[in-house]
């Protein structure tokens, strides 16, 4: 599979630590550089809105997916993007950025963030998609998580096969060469459900 989009998930917020928005920045930057396409949030915000802007200023190609009810001061709608996708629901959103993406990256965030990287690494499991899945783990943000998923392997709830999912880099270029380097990340635990059977 050629990767030619890659959809990012990341806060909304800056986070504690300037390596956060820096990482954010480069991202952005590489994306655009390799002339591919960001899909994100959609916002203007937080580090969201700082890769975003990179980007942009890289002359990349930038496509944001935003639920309506975040027209708001909360989470306000990039006003810079090449394309932005406004739609009814958080459900909507997330079906939306994983159809427009050749593979997805989680960077630093809060709960939303989480909930996007299992939900797509769940789907992926199901056989519902076969596109890579990568962590930035920017100052080891994700050093905890990476544990609990072993945590989970030990205690039985997950396959050794699937004790890391996702690719797993410090850095944008080197997790970006991993993704498009990469086949099927996950054989799925049953036969394919297509999303209309669901």
Known sequence: MELKSVCVFCGSRMGARPEYLEGARALGTEIAR???TLVYGGTSVGLMGAMADAALAQ???VVGVLPQFFLSERERAHKGLTELHLVDSMHTRKAKMAQLSDAF???PGGV????ELFEITTWAQLGLHHKP???LNVADFYGPLLAMMRR??????IPEARAQPFACETSPAALLD???RA???LAPDKPMLRPDQT
């Open 59 to 61: 002359g990349g190609k």
């Open 133 to 135: 899945i990568g962590l």
């Open 183 to 185: 086949g099927q990340p």
């Open 152 to 157: 989970a392997v030990d205690e039985g709830f």
């Open 178 to 180: 991993q993704l498009q």
């Open 112 to 115: 939303g963030t989480f909930e």
């Open 105 to 107: 990256i989680a960077m």
């Open 34 to 36: 390799r002339g591919l």
